[in-house]
């Protein structure tokens, strides 16, 4: 597609639920990042996909957090039993490989999906 | 582990020049970059250093020193619409591939 897209834009939830985020990148994008931003922060960083696999998942906060990139495409990120401190905008961006290319350098990020966990 | 340092907050004048810095610690360096959000908005790509020196992109130009772990963003000829939060992000190295890591952000605003 044009941009990376997000959905859903909005999503809340009760405490101790399951929810899931999707992804969809720019089209030949390899690299993809998960980022969660509360306000007033920096985009806090959850995990890197380079392809279909997680080259770095050291951001994820604890096991009740999950994301797969089955195809190399669309990426989805799983919560598991949410809590209230889990309520933040998660943002999604891609580029193209993260090797060595400058244009790894140059992030698009998606619109972001805002989780309200009651 | 990859951090970065930036002022929280800055003020400026409509037209004037502001500077906001951002120093790094990160292993394996590779780049440099700036983003802008506007309050509501995504993270939007401005300017990437990989080399020291200038790199100039209209109003927007942006620094790099690879021996200070420092940077900086010139925002010349300031805007009202530049009021926002700007954030430097590093690319570096993490088990063996390339993430990108972002500072807390630099709240700009821009006053008559």
């Known amino acids: 597609g044009a941009g990376v897209s997000q959905t859903p834009s909005n999503k809340v939830t009760e405490k101790g639920k399951y929810v899931e985020l999707r992804c969809d990148p720019i089209?030949?994008?390899?690299?993809l990042y998960w980022y969660r931003q509360s306000l007033g922060q920096g985009p806090e960083f959850l995990i890197y996909f380079q392809g279909t696999g997680a080259a770095d998942d050291s951001g994820l906060p604890n096991d009740r957090f999950f994301a797969v990139r089955p195809e190399g495409s669309v990426s989805t990120l799983k919560i598991q039993r949410t809590e209230r401190g889990d309520s933040a905008v998660y943002l999604c961006?891609?580029?193209?490989?993260?090797?060595?290319?400058?244009?790894?350098?140059?992030?698009?990020f998606g619109a972001g999906s805002r989780l309200t966990v009651l | 582990g990859q951090s970065l340092e930036q002022p929280s907050e800055v003020t400026a004048v409509e037209g004037a020049i502001v500077q906001i810095n951002c120093t790094y610690q990160?292993?394996?360096?590779?780049?440099l970059s700036w983003y802008q959000q506007h309050d509501g908005g995504a993270p939007t790509f401005l300017s990437y250093n990989a080399l020291d020196g200038l790199e100039e992109t209209g109003r927007f130009s942006s620094f790099l020193s690879r021996s200070d772990s420092y940077g900086y963003l010139l925002l010349q000829e300031l805007q009202m619409k530049d009021s926002a939060s700007y954030f430097c992000?590093?690319?570096?190295?993490?088990?063996?591939?390339?993430?990108?890591?972002f500072g807390t952000g630099t709240k700009l605003q821009v006053i008559p």
């Open positions: 992000a590093v690319r570096g190295l993490s088990g063996g591939y390339q993430k990108v890591t």
């Open positions: 089209s030949g994008h390899t690299a």
């Open positions: 990160t292993s394996g360096f590779y780049g």
């Open positions: 961006a891609s580029s193209v490989s993260g090797r060595q290319s400058s244009g790894a350098n140059v992030l698009t």
